[in-house]
Nanobody
């Protein structure tokens, strides 16, 4: 059974930084794509960042230049370094992974999802 566990969320002041971690276990296949998605209050789910096993990345427009996604050496972990945080970054952040999808795939096509971790940015 595949498990996806996120950690690192919390409360931070505007302009601060936060690092999210995600670990996936139990997948019978290597994970080609890992990524982060978020859902802000009253808004639809959106891509934050996604990364392939070879290191290629895709970032959502709202976080470009501020967030950095990376993968661990085992390729079953992914991190999101968030800097220059803004109140509008407040959201539930969800880790997702898939053996076959690309970094441009719609989120509905990704098979593995975590329960999410809350990030709250105060003014």
């Amino acid at each position: 059974q595949v498990q996806v566990v996120e950690s690192g969320g919390g409360l931070v002041q505007a302009g601060g930084s936060l690092r999210l971690s995600c670990a996936v276990s139990g997948s019978p296949f290597s994970l080609n794509v890992m990524g982060w998605y978020r859902q802000r209050p009253g808004k639809q789910r959106e891509l934050v960042a996604a990364i392939l096993a070879d290191g290629k990345t895709n970032y959502g427009d709202s976080v470009k230049g501020r967030f950095t996604i990376s993968r661990g050496n085992t390729n079953n972990t992914v991190y999101l370094q968030m800097s220059s945080l803004k109140p509008e970054d407040t959201a539930g952040y969800y880790c997702a992974a898939d053996p076959l999808a690309s970094i441009y795939s719609a989120s509905r096509l990704l098979d593995y999802w975590g329960q999410g971790t809350q990030v709250t940015v105060s003014s």
